[in-house]
């Protein structure tokens, strides 16, 4: 079993940054592939950023591109989602997830290890 943790949520301002980071514990010899996924109130899951195993390939859902980054450091067993010029409608839950492989990162459902989750608000 994989336990994640995510931290780094709060409220900023609208075209604030923030840092979101996850931790990985438990059986973390293999590298994982991780994503982030973000959820507002009413609304389903949705994708938000993905990365592969060894780090080199990234994935960003449209409306995040440019802005968001996300990153792993697999001798910390952690990964990141660094979020810059943020807006209102970034406002969600967001959770990380992590995967042996997956051809489909961006669908939660190929995920079977997830964290609580972290509140990122964004006013405007």
């Known amino acids: 079993q994989v336990q994640l943790v995510e931290s780094g949520g709060g409220l900023v301002q609208a075209g604030g940054s923030l840092r979101l980071s996850c931790a990985a514990s438990g059986r973390t010899g293999s590298n994982y592939a991780m994503g982030w996924f973000r959820q507002a109130p009413g609304k389903e899951r949705e994708f938000v950023a993905a990365i592969s195993q060894s780090g080199s390939t990234t994935y960003y859902t449209d409306s995040v591109k440019g802005r968001f980054t996300i990153s792993k450091d697999n001798a910390k067993n952690a990964v990141y989602l660094q979020m810059t010029s943020l807006k209102p409608e970034d406002t969600a839950v967001y959770y990380c997830?992590?995967?042996?492989?997956?051809?489909?990162?961006?669908?939660?459902?190929?995920?079977?290890?997830w964290g609580q989750g972290t509140q990122v608000t964004v006013s405007s």
């Open positions: 997830a992590g995967t042996v492989g997956t051809s489909y990162p961006f669908r939660p459902e190929q995920y079977p290890y």
